[in-house]
């Protein structure tokens, strides 16, 4: 079994900035791709940002050029820092695991999930 520990959320001013982190612990020798996904109060959950093994990267248009995801395969972490927040990057953000190898863009893809933390951006 694994668990998806992601911390660093919280409330920020618009154009600032904050850093998640998300910590696996259990079965990490298979994991291979990491993503953040959010989900805004009556929206679906989308895709932020992914990043495989070998870190081929994927952004989600709105967050390119603000939003860098990374990851510590040593420390089993993956980040996430965003720069340039406004209101409508408020949402539970979640940290998910896959099994698989390539760029998971859906849900679907991912094997494991943590318990969300929250990001709100004030205007």
């Known amino acids: 079994q694994v668990q998806l520990v992601e911390s660093g959320g919280g409330l920020v001013q618009a154009g600032g900035s904050l850093r998640l982190s998300c910590a696996a612990s259990g079965r990490t020798f298979h994991l291979n791709t990491m993503g953040w996904f959010r989900q805004a109060p009556g929206k679906e959950r989308g895709l932020a940002a992914a990043?495989?093994?070998?870190?081929?990267?994927f952004l989600e248009d709105s967050v390119k050029g603000r939003f860098t995801i990374s990851r510590d395969n040593a420390k089993n972490t993956v980040y996430l820092q965003m720069n340039s927040l406004k209101p409508e990057d408020t949402a539970v953000y979640y940290c998910?695991?896959?099994?698989?190898?390539?760029?998971?863009?859906?849900?679907?893809?991912?094997?494991?999930w943590g318990q969300g933390t929250q990001v709100t951006v004030s205007s």
């Open positions: 990043i495989t093994w070998y870190e081929n990267i």
């Open positions: 998910a695991a896959a099994r698989g190898e390539g760029l998971g863009y859906t849900a679907a893809n991912y094997d494991y």
